[in-house]
């Protein structure tokens, strides 16, 4: 009786011992397969970073240069210890680009497409600040090629860095006024041959009630530093529709430049003064 419970135990025994030793001879295989697998793809030229094959789905492109350094890759690195959710996220950190994937091609290549948003206005007092139709800010330069754009102008603190201009712009009723005012007035502009120079909407809810305005400026297209065309709004009464009345009414008739008051109900007041 003794002799048949010392053999069930040693039988358990060798049977614990044979499992254990398949798992973890199974596991250190494993693991010794991988480190095999690593150390070939570090020697194979096919496995390492040679080339970046950007596309892009916007007008402008990126500086090849300017991809590499924010994705924080170079030449020879192992193809395959890059993560392409983690690249991705890494774009995604560049308020500049809208959308982006990343795929690994053999050999050594490494897929980006990728979609830049598209400017509307420059900020004015921020250098190389720019936003889109969204409100997102960002910078213009190196992402994109330089352009002729409308600027518009905000009662808005000198912020350090473009996170803070960022918070600042979210909870600003002129940003979304803004959004609204630069495609119709710069669409309805070019039918006049006109272009939408600027937004000044610094002193939309000015303090005194008789200074508060909305400045637009016009300059003709084919001006070669004329006369601009100059209209202040009743901050508070706009009417994108009258203003484009007027607007059409002082190109169709001898006033092609100047200065249109529409501060005041009812009244519209057009002088000859322009800038050269």
Partial sequence: MKNEKETSLFSAFLKVFFISAL????FFSAWAWQKV????REQDERLLLHRIAARSKSVDKAPLSLLSSLLEIKDGMPLFSLQPAELVAKIHTCPAFSNARVWRLLPGTLGVEYTLRT???HLSGFRNVVLDKTGTLFFLLPYFAPKKLPTVVFDFPQSSTLEELQ??????????????MVPVLTAFASKYKLILESIDLSKRNHLNIFRREIVLTFS???????EYLYVRCNARSLSLKKLQKV??????SEFHSGIVDMRFPSVVLCSMEGRK
């Fill in 247 to 252: 607007i059409a009414y002082i190109c169709s």
């Fill in 23 to 26: 798992f973890w001879g199974a």
């Fill in 119 to 121: 400017p509307i206005a």
């Fill in 37 to 40: 697998q690593q150390r070939t």
């Fill in 220 to 226: 003709p297209e084919l001006s070669k530093g004329g």
């Fill in 167 to 180: 918070k600042e712009a979210a909870l600003s009723k002129d940003l979304t006024l803004a959004l609204r």
